[in-house]
């Protein structure tokens, strides 16, 4: 089993930053990736982000490339999401979730931090 607990949500003006953390304990021995993904009420949730363990590699959805930055600690086994210039349609919850291994995209998912960017 592997748990999630992500802290770091909030309320901010809009074109103000936010750093999500996401935190994994367990069984992570074999941890492939980790990501960040969001959802808005009233729609489904999308993939925002995401970072491969060993090499670091990243992936942004379209609507956050330059304005998100994902990045790893492989040591504490955390992974942040730093947000920058938010707009008020960057409003979801946020969720981080894991590969357990290479053959098990997403599986373990954590419970969800709000963020909430006013106009």
């Known amino acids: 089993q592997v748990q999630l607990v992500e802290s770091g949500g909030g309320l901010v003006q809009a074109g103000g930053s936010l750093r999500l953390s996401c935190a994994a304990s367990?069984?992570?021995?074999?941890?492939?990736?980790m990501g960040w993904f969001r959802q808005a009420p009233g729609q489904e949730r999308e993939f925002v982000a995401a970072?491969?363990?060993?090499?670091?590699?990243?992936s942004y959805a379209n609507s956050v490339k330059g304005r998100f930055t994902i990045s790893r600690d492989n040591a504490k086994n955390t992974v942040y999401l730093q947000m920058n210039s938010l707009k008020p349609e960057d409003t979801a919850v946020y969720y981080c979730?894991?590969?357990?291994?290479?053959?098990?995209?997403?599986?373990?998912w954590g419970q969800g931090t709000q963020v909430t960017v006013s106009s």
């Open positions: 979730a894991l590969d357990s291994t290479v053959w098990s995209p997403f599986d373990y």
């Open positions: 970072i491969t363990w060993r090499s670091g590699s990243t």
């Open positions: 367990g069984r992570t021995f074999s941890l492939s990736r």
